[in-house]
T-cell receptor, first 112, second 118 residues
Framework: GQNIDQPTEMTATEGAIVQINCTYQ??????LFWYQQHAGEAPTFLSYNVLDGLEEKGRFSSFLSRSKGYSYLLLKELQMKDSASYLCAVRGKSDSWGKLQFGAGTQVVVTP | DTEVTQTPKHLVMGMTNKKSLKCEQHMGHRAMYWYKQKAKKPPELMFV???????INESVPSRFSPECPNSSLLNLHLHALQPEDSALYLCASSQDSRPGGAQEGSQHFGDGTRLSIL
């Protein structure tokens, strides 16, 4: 089976940095995605990692360690609009290429 | 605004009704998906179409019937739904669903149809 764990909620102040961890145990690995979802809206793609290391995209960075089954999403210079749910999703073995297994999501609350 | 368009945005239907959800994308993506999402839960995959053929059915009840008329359109036909089927139904598309296809294949989601079953 597949198991993806991430914290339920995190709170941080505007301008700060928050790191959302995601650990996974999946049958096969073909990439890890991070999505942002505001309440009542569609998930939007943030980042993709398939090789070990750090991917940086502006204020957002994502890290992957395949040997540890671990990823994190780093949000820098937090803004109020960053309050949202952040979903970690893993693409498993290649015969289910289109299938993403989502974690339960981490609700990030940014306070003034 | 997203590049994946879903209609209607909201739908209220009785358990004996038949209705359809529609999804359209013009990004040239060849993989399209239906997800169901309950409040405060992650999206759950229902169906995957790759090159207009159904490639994954996650043991979805037959009261949900997907259809992919062409590479840009995806429908979800609903019949005899139950109250527990009330949820947000999300459509998504990506460049490729096949092994060895596009290396990233990030899925682009529509805004969803919020479905309520009376």
């Amino acid at each position: 089976g597949q198991n993806i764990d991430q914290p339920t909620e995190m709170t941080a102040t505007e301008g700060a940095i928050v790191q959302i961890n995601c650990t996974y145990q999946t049958s096969g690995f073909n990439g890890l995605f991070w999505y942002q979802q505001h309440a009542g809206e569609a998930p939007t793609f943030l980042s993709y990692n398939v090789l070990d290391g750090l991917e940086e995209k502006g204020r957002f960075s994502s890290f992957l360690s395949r040997s540890k089954g671990y990823s994190y999403l780093l949000l820098k210079e937090l803004q109020m609009k960053d309050s949202a749910s952040y979903l970690c999703a893993v693409r498993g073995k290649s015969d289910s290429w289109g299938k993403l297994q989502f974690g339960a999501g981490t609700q990030v609350v940014v306070t003034p | 605004d997203t590049e994946v368009t879903q209609t209607p945005k909201h739908l209220v239907m009785g358990m004996t009704n038949k209705k359809s959800l529609k999804c359209e994308q013009h990004m040239g993506h060849r993989a399209m998906y239906w997800y169901k999402q309950k409040a405060k839960k992650p999206p759950e995959l229902m169906f995957v179409y790759s090159y207009e053929k159904l490639s994954i059915n996650e043991s979805v009840p037959s009261r949900f019937s997907p259809e992919c008329p062409n590479s840009s359109l995806l429908n979800l036909h609903l019949h005899a739904l139950q109250p527990e089927d009330s949820a947000l139904y999300l459509c998504a598309s990506s460049q490729d669903s096949r092994p060895g296809g596009a290396q990233e294949g990030s899925q682009h989601f529509g805004d969803g149809t919020r479905l309520s079953i009376l």
